[in-house]
């Protein structure tokens, strides 16, 4: 709603406030706080130390970092992939039949993500693919999980096509091959990105399925923040959630750059 008087504009704003703050500012930083002390004062963090931040940057913390890392870009390769292959050959079915793939890819995420990690680990954990005690297990059921993301907002993006820019380049005899490659996927290349990095987000974070999964050398960092936080460690928990959480931002910045730079090409 667009208001346009001095006092409206206020009364948006400190709603806004009161309604921002609790519910997602002041959690964000109680952790950072968290993340300088050694012990908690009141409602505040006293004996401030960046101790913590040492700790979160070697040794086991910096490796389930990189695990992290792997794990997501990996994971969000995948799903683009098979998302964006599923939302383009569903472009050509029948309504009926475009609602039955939307549902076959939502269903992983309209579960609880531990049932897709207990499906994939008795899935994957007998011949002829044995996955279980490996990082492709990790891998495969994020992938699992996030690719209905990439799916639906491909889809999404297909349904908003010109299709006057195909329709102009087969006239002219170009290929179906070429008409996808230097047509269609270029002008979706903004969503592509998109998807790509809530795919990205959303794995980095992936805890419930993760947990039933992983293997002793392959911890994501979300793992590792739960098992800190299991044995009272929550100071130094809470500077290792605070790098995963600069390294998703850091993350979903360059992706948006990107997809900026492709929504104006």
């Known amino acids: 709603m667009l208001v346009h008087s001095r006092g ?33 004062s009141g409602v505040l963090p006293a004996d401030l130390t960046t101790a913590n931040y040492r700790t979160a940057a070697r040794g086991e913390a910096l490796q389930a ?42 269903l992983p995420v309209a579960v609880p993500s531990v049932v897709v990690g ?29 690719t209905a993301f990439a799916y639906q907002s491909v889809s999404a993006a297909i349904t908003r096509l010109d299709p006057a820019y195909e329709q102009a380049a087969a006239s002219l005899g170009a290929r179906p091959a070429y008409v996808l490659w230097r047509v269609r996927l270029p002008l979706l290349l903004p969503s592509l990105t998109a998807a790509a990095g809530l795919c990205f987000a959303l794995s980095m974070g992936e805890l419930s399925a993760t947990m039933m999964l992983y293997p002793p050398d392959w911890t994501p960092l979300p793992v590792l923040i739960y098992a ?8 130094t928990g809470s500077a290792v959630a605070v790098v995963l959480m600069a390294a998703t931002l850091i993350a979903l910045f360059a992706v948006s750059r990107i997809r900026n730079r492709a929504s104006y090409r």
Do not use: E, M
């Open 8 to 40: 409206a504009k206020w009364a948006v704003w400190a709603v806004f406030a009161v309604l921002f703050l609790p519910l997602f500012a002041l959690p964000l930083l109680v952790v950072l706080g968290a993340s300088f002390a050694t012990h908690w």
């Open 65 to 106: 970092l990189t695990t992290s890392l792997v794990t997501a870009l990996t994971a969000s390769l995948l799903a683009l992939a098979v998302g964006t292959w599923a939302a383009l050959a569903g472009a050509t079915l029948r309504k009926g039949q475009r609602r039955f793939l939307d549902a076959l890819f939502v």
């Open 118 to 146: 207990l499906s994939v680990l008795v899935a994957f954990s007998k011949p002829p693919l044995l996955l279980n005690g490996t990082r492709w297990i990790v891998i495969l059921a994020h992938t699992v999980l996030v």
């Open 228 to 235: 800190a936080t299991d044995r009272g460690a929550l100071f």
